[in-house]
């Protein structure tokens, strides 16, 4: 069993910054990717950005170009979102989650159904 575990949410006035992890345990294989989606109360849930293991190939939905950064660590087998210029529209809970089918184009990723495991999420708030 996989386990992916986020954390660094909170609250955040807006035009802060919070960093977001998320720490994968348990069996060991390579994931191909990681993803961050979020969902905000009332609304389906929404692709942030992605990132592949091996490479660091990245791609990014269009309203978080320039404000949001993904990375990882292979060595600790953790994804980060750096999260800048947050806005109260921000607000939502955070899911993480790892993808182990190959594909050559990242935007597959943007997908959730290109995943094959999430995280339980993390609520980031952002007051105006």
């Known amino acids: 069993q996989v386990q992916l575990v986020e954390s660094g949410g909170g609250l955040v006035q807006a035009g802060g910054s919070l960093r977001l992890s998320c720490a994968a345990s348990g069996r060991s294989f390579s994931y191909y990717a990681m993803g961050w989606f979020r969902q905000a109360p009332g609304k389906e849930r929404e692709f942030v950005a992605a990132?592949?293991?091996?490479?660091?190939?990245?791609y990014y939905a269009d309203s978080m170009k320039g404000r949001f950064a993904i990375s990882r660590d292979n060595a600790k087998s953790t994804g980060y979102l750096q999260m800048n210029s947050l806005k109260p529209e921000d607000t939502a809970v955070y899911y993480c989650?790892?993808?182990?089918?190959?594909?050559?184009?990242?935007?597959?990723?943007?997908?959730?159904?290109?995943?094959?495991?999430w995280g339980q999420g993390t609520q980031v708030t952002v007051s105006s």
């Open positions: 990132i592949k293991w091996s490479g660091g190939t990245t």
């Open positions: 989650a790892a993808g182990t089918t190959p594909s050559y184009s990242i935007v597959y990723f943007r997908h959730s159904s290109s995943y094959d495991y």
